[in-house]
């Protein structure tokens, strides 16, 4: 079955990093554009990145750019978010998605907590 798993997730002080990794199973991940989506409390989930099936380009919310970089590797069915500079607004649940057409899948989400 279709499945995507979140990891790399955690408590960092502001300025910290953090990777994020999204394994994907049950499709075929090279023919997925993939997003990186976060949902703070209180508020609706936001695209903060996203990249083409051949990683050749990328999106990014403005206020992620220069901090977070979005990548993939198809040989290993995952997706990564890097984030560097965090700050305490980028405290949310963090959700990676899978689209192609119609068909739209979503992991379960990682935390993400900035706080010193």
């Known amino acids: 079955q279709v499945q995507l798993v979140e990891s790399g997730g955690g408590l960092v002080q502001p300025g910290g990093s953090l990777r994020l990794s999204c394994l994907a199973s049950?499709?075929?991940?090279?023919?997925?554009?993939m997003s990186w989506y976060r949902q703070a409390p209180g508020k609706e989930r936001e695209l903060v990145a996203s990249?083409?099936?051949?990683?050749?380009?990328?999106n990014y919310k403005d206020s992620v750019k220069g901090r977070f970089t979005i990548s993939r590797v198809n040989a290993k069915n995952t997706v990564y978010l890097q984030m560097n500079s965090l700050k305490p607004e980028d405290t949310a649940v963090y959700y990676c998605?899978?689209?192609?057409?119609?068909?739209?899948?979503w992991g379960q989400g990682t935390q993400v907590t900035v706080s010193s």
């Open positions: 990249i083409t099936t051949d990683g050749g380009s990328t």
């Open positions: 998605k899978a689209k192609a057409g119609s068909l739209t899948f």
């Open positions: 049950g499709f075929t991940f090279s023919n997925y554009v």
